[in-house]
């Protein structure tokens, strides 16, 4: 049997059949009886179909909880006891979705598991979820999200309708979790739609639509949500009990696939997950593995090595870490950044206005009209202006499918861009972030400027990275409106916004502003004002220390490497290489005054600054470029760069590997645990979400805290111990050794 | 294929000098593949002798039926090469084996008696019609491969890695094309099939175009060294100079019955005696050529010809890799192979490489007083094809 005849291909899509079919459509019949279990309604129809109707009460989109289980089973046994049924639809009643996926408490509570335990799971789900292609013909309609337990659930049914809504999506996100299915989804997927196309699907845990699903042939048809209970039931009339027995024995055997495709196949997609993940993820080559394998095998000895495989990586540290991470994302998006809440939830902002068109103020802007709110863009500068609206326009317009702007969004997201030379402009807005020039004076003189032309309740805020707050606020006549608003560049793709609070900033202000950066799409984090804030702060002693040890001879292309190796999304040259050295050298000073006992301003980089080694912007700075700008690619380190360095050299140290790592990490968790000592921040998680959001912090290691509590107070005290001659900057804070004490945890 | 009165025969072949795809120094950037094309229709059927009136078809190969390719192209061709009304056109895809395949084709009519005369020709304008744009393969051919198929250069990683064949080996073969080609660019024996069209240069100036673009005559193992693998970054073996260069270019063939030969007294180059197309797995297109010469030489029309038997051959060079792998596993001498050198030289415009390939190997044929010559070649998805020629004493 080849996978030409595999389930159902021979067949014409369904959607061909139904042209011209729509007049003929009947209402649908009556229930003739009626049964409601908490999860689920079985209706059984006079025309002899039966209808199981999901809702799962207090979840917002169903999810599959134990109660679902044991109600679909339930439904299952009475089906069973009466007349039989001609066919079986399963769908949701609830909006917008069939199953968004397993509930994640059960997922958290597999931590605590041993494997065998956790097959367990697996086995009595895939048992339930079996039984769906055991007797009559079963048909999912998918309308809204249906994606990893939902997904499988729709892939156990015998067949499946999607609506092509825009809400719906199909996909298997448990990658991102650091787990494959485990409800026999790479076993069913791989059978319906091919390995190669499977392990697409789930090892890059992307979503697709209802006719992108069609194409895949994970879905037997798309059609439009108002039609699409009654496909089901045509599906149903279409199929007689031998087509579906005969379906049913081509999924349960091996899949044929030709040697020399399964041995390119392999060796290609490894290559790409492993350049994809820089091997620190177990699960992608888990997933790949127990595909290719599991078509070896029948569909029953496939389930069991999915099964064993999914005890495996429940056990990771990985998943714990991402699976903490998830719900860390999950828990900012219901934190309102305010201790107490707020006497009522803040007002949404109803016309927001930028001051300021250079490149974070484009993006800002940008980020506005992409999440379809309209904005308002000053600048005196009438030139810069009109320059920075093409790009907003591309940027808010981008198709990422297509790679290019879509120009009939771009032409409608137009309208929406207000553009003025004035602050005249702002009299309507209840939001102005202020994104001019780094300069204080500057600032604050355009800070003035706002507060006049605003209405009494206007919000300001300031997007800045190296100016105090307070210093800031003293332009301001009433600063209880005010707050820093920190954008992270590129705004499209970095999440992460850090709201400032300065000494006279209102609750209310927080609130209205975390709030506008959620619906921005944004993770907002709340610190309170301090130099550096909370990312830069924890950046510097990381950037700081790598340049000690360039001066003490250590290869800049191995101190990267080895924070690579880290997880981190480059090393700190290159960091330093991207940011500009010129740009690090102002904000170096900024944080040495405040830290100067643990950063000083070193001479290192003024040295390169004034021998015109900028970096990628200049096209040389601790590496040499090919080119300049983004595309500039590094091609190595020249004499010149060496020369400078010996300079300002420092004893050599012995610098192992290891030793690099720590000494480029700990100072950065020293800094943090000052951080939360100073309570900065409201709690250790926020210094985690921040790293990764703002940093690239490797999520696969949970984040900075995270990290710290993987490796245990005991032993970051031993690693730190031969480091203590470097100075304070290396030596524990009062609160670590409190915690060697307390044996309390960097994330409580 | 019998000997008799319905015996294929190529009486004229010829080709453009072939281009580099590339948007400011190529060729031509101003010249559209269906002028190329035109232009080689024309020079085969005067170069030929052939009475236009008794030519039945343009059977023309290209793999991107599209813009100044597209509305079947070959019709266009035909009326553009202003022969009669009554020849007839059609355009014909086997990706990089089309103008092969359309040779194959016209072959195949003579034989069965059910046409004669006929131009075969193949264009390809990388630069124009850029082979990825405007293709939306189903996701179901994926089920039984894999997406990564579709990078050829993928293939020929796979290929290389999977066979034991080094980035030197790759680099080395390709070095020995690029003198080949060099060498026989100038000793002057690509000028009897050249068709000069007059292009630009890198500077923009026209430019009657007699030399190919991608050879370089001064070319080290020390230059392609320095390359970046492009298909695989840092750990892969297959770089731009082991891989064909995108190409623009044309070539073209008046194919006919022996016996129309003979009453119209043109003087034949070489006979069709066999010809096979087969399907590979497509994540192996590279060793295309081997399945279908295996199978062209048990073709009874074949019959007592081994491949020791074989003077010459075209293999056509996608990749060093693959082309070094079929060169292994059938056997081949080397010394025999690509004598002027391939595509990694001269160019590799997908369409055209076919009829290119072919014209090649009858000059270098007709030249070397050999008798039987092989033109075969890899094709995208995992087919190969190949063609069996047999000189004709009156070429000589």
Not at chain 1, 139 to 148: K, R, W
Not at chain 1, 262 to 283: C, K, M, Q, S
Not at chain 1, 710 to 715: F, Q, R
Not at chain 2, 86 to 110: D, F, M, Q
């Amino acid at each position: 049997m080849g996978l030409s005849t595999f389930g159902g291909r021979e067949e014409l899509p369904l959607h061909y059949r139904f042209s011209g079919s729509r007049q003929a459509r009947i209402n649908p019949p009556m229930p003739a009886s009626v049964r409601e279990l908490a999860t689920l309604t079985i209706e059984r129809a006079a025309d002899g179909i039966a209808t199981i109707s999901f809702a799962v009460r207090d979840h917002r989109q169903n999810v599959i909880t134990r109660q679902v289980f044991s109600d679909l089973s339930e439904a299952l046994d009475d089906l069973g006891r009466g007349p039989r049924p001609v066919g079986v639809i399963l769908r949701s009643t609830k909006e917008g979705t069939f199953f968004a996926g397993a509930d994640l408490d059960r997922i958290d509570a597999l931590g605590s598991m041993p494997a065998a335990e956790v097959e367990q799971v697996c086995d009595t789900g895939k048992a339930i979820f079996g039984r769906l292609s055991a007797s009559w013909p079963t048909v999912a309609v998918i309308d809204g999200t249906c994606l990893g337990g939902g997904l499988e659930l729709a892939l156990a049914c015998d067949f499946r309708v999607a609506t092509n809504a825009a809400h719906t999506s199909l996909g298997f996100p448990e990658v991102k979790l650091g787990l494959l299915p485990g409800w026999g989804g790479t076993v069913r997927a791989s059978r319906l739609i091919g390995p190669g196309p499977a392990i697409e699907l789930i090892a890059s845990g992307e979503a697709i639509d209802g006719p992108a699903a069609e194409r895949l042939t994970l879905v037997d048809a798309c059609v439009p949500p108002d039609v699409a209970l009654e496909s089901a039931g045509r599906i149903i009339a279409m199929r007689s009990g031998a087509a579906v027995a005969e379906r049913r024995r081509r999924l349960a055997e091996p899949v044929v696939l030709d040697p020399a495709e399964r041995d390119f196949l392999e060796a290609t997609t490894a290559v790409v997950i492993l350049g994809r993940t820089g091997g620190h993820y177990p699960a992608p080559p888990a997933i790949l593995e127990a595909i290719l394998a599991g078509a070896m095998l029948d569909a029953e000895a496939a389930s069991h090595l999915e099964s064993k495989t999914f005890a495996r990586l429940a056990a990771t540290p990985v998943h714990r870490s991402l699976l903490r991470v998830f719900r860390l994302g999950e828990r900012n998006r219901r934190d309102p950044g305010v201790g107490r809440a707020v006497a009522e939830a803040p007002s949404p902002i109803s016309r927001a206005a930028v001051v300021g068109a250079g490149i974070m103020g484009a993006g800002i802007a940008a980020r506005h009209l992409r999440s379809g709110l309209g904005v308002t863009l000053v600048d005196i500068d009438a030139d810069a202006l009109a320059r920075s609206v093409p790009g907003i326009l591309e940027e808010a317009a981008w198709d990422r499918g297509a790679k290019r702007a879509d120009p009939d969004a771009a032409m409608a997201l137009a309208g929406r861009l207000q553009t003025a030379t004035s602050l005249e402009a702002l009299a309507g807005a209840d939001l102005v972030i202020e994104s001019v020039l780094e300069r204080t004076d500057l600032k604050q003189k355009v800070l003035a400027d706002i507060e006049r032309a605003v209405s009494p309740t206007a919000i300001i805020g300031t997007n800045t990275s190296t100016n105090p707050i307070a210093k800031l606020a003293e332009a301001i006549s009433e600063p209880s409106r005010f707050c820093g608003m920190h954008f992270f560049n590129p705004v499209r793709r970095m999440i992460l916004v850090e709201v400032i609070r300065g000494p006279a900033t209102s609750d209310a202000t927080v609130a209205a502003v975390v709030a506008h950066a959620k619906r921005l799409g944004k993770c907002p984090v709340v610190v309170r004002d301090s130099p550096g804030f909370l990312v830069n702060r924890v950046l510097m002693p990381y950037l700081h220390e790598s340049i000690e040890m360039v001066r003490e001879g250590v290869e800049p292309a191995r101190i990267d490497r080895v924070a690579r190796r880290f997880g981190m999304p480059m090393g700190p040259i290159e960091l330093y290489d991207m940011i500009g050295l010129d740009t690090a050298f102002y904000a170096g000073l900024v944080l040495s005054a405040a830290y100067g006992d643990r950063i000083d301003a070193s001479p290192l980089i003024p040295a390169f600054v004034k021998a015109g080694r900028l970096g990628r912007k200049s096209g040389v700075g601790f590496y040499r470029f090919r080119g300049t700008g983004p595309k500039a690619r590094i091609v190595g380190v020249d004499d010149d760069a060496a020369r400078i360095v010996s300079r300002y050299a420092l004893p050599p140290r012995d610098n192992t590997d290891r030793t690099i790592a720590d000494r480029l990490l700990l100072p950065m968790l020293l800094e943090a645990l000052r951080v939360l000592d100073e309570g900065i921040v409201r709690e250790p998680s926020d210094i985690d979400l921040a790293v990764i959001h703002a940093l690239g912090f490797p999520a696969f290691r949970g984040g900075l805290m995270a990290w710290a509590d993987s490796l245990g107070v005991d032993e970051i005290l031993r690693r730190l111990e031969p480091l203590a001659d470097l100075g304070v900057r290396m030596q524990p804070t009062a609160s670590l050794l409190e915690r060697a004490a307390s044996g309390r945890k960097f994330t409580e | 294929m019998a000997k008799d009165t319905t015996t294929p025969v190529i009486v004229a072949c010829c080709r453009t000098v072939i281009g580099r795809a590339h948007a400011e120094k190529g060729l031509y950037r101003n010249v559209r593949g269906d002028e190329l094309a035109a232009a080689v229709v024309r020079a085969a059927v005067e170069r030929s002798g052939v009475d236009p009136d008794t030519i039945e078809d343009v059977v023309l190969g290209a793999t991107q039926q599209r813009g100044e390719l597209g509305g079947n192209v070959a019709r266009c061709v035909a009326l553009m090469a202003d022969l009669p009304f009554s020849t007839a056109g059609t355009t014909v895809n086997r990706l990089c084996g089309s103008s092969l395949e359309a040779l194959a084709r016209a072959a195949h009519a003579i034989a069965a008696g059910a046409a004669d005369v006929q131009v075969v020709a193949g264009v390809e304008h990388m630069h124009h019609l850029p082979m990825e744009s405007a293709v939306d393969i189903h996701p179901r051919v994926f089920a039984r491969s894999s997406r990564g198929m579709l990078s050829m250069g993928l293939t020929a990683e796979h290929l290389a890695a999977s066979h034991g064949i080094s980035r030197r080996a790759q680099e080395e073969y390709a070095v020995e094309s690029h003198r080949r080609a060099a060498a026989a660019t100038a000793a002057g024996l690509f000028e009897d099939e050249i068709v000069p069209v007059v292009g630009h240069d890198e500077q923009g100036a026209i430019i009657e175009a007699w030399i190919d673009q991608s050879i370089r005559a001064d070319t080290t193992l020390e230059a392609m060294a320095a390359l970046e693998p492009v298909f695989l970054p840092t750990i892969g073996t297959v770089t731009a100079a082991t891989s064909a260069p995108l190409s623009d270019g044309a070539a073209a063939m008046v194919v006919m019955s022996e016996a129309e030969a003979t009453r119209q007294k043109l003087e034949p180059l070489a006979r069709v005696v066999a010809t096979a197309v087969i399907g590979v797995p497509p994540a192996a297109m590279g060793t295309g050529p081997i399945a279908a010469t295996r199978k062209l030489l048990s073709r009874p029309a074949a019959a007592g010809i081994a491949l020791a038997d074989i003077d010459l051959v075209e293999l056509n060079e996608a990749f060093a890799a693959q082309a070094i792998h079929c060169i292994r596993e059938l056997g081949l001498d080397a010394a025999r192979v690509n004598v002027r050198g391939g595509s990694l030289a001269i160019g590799h415009p997908l369409g055209a490489s076919g009829a290119r390939i072919t014209t090649t190997l009858l000059h270098a044929l007709r030249d070397s007083g050999g008798r039987y010559g092989l033109a075969t070649m890899c094709i995208g998805l995992g087919q190969g094809i190949a063609v069996l020629f047999e000189r004709m004493e009156s070429s000589r």
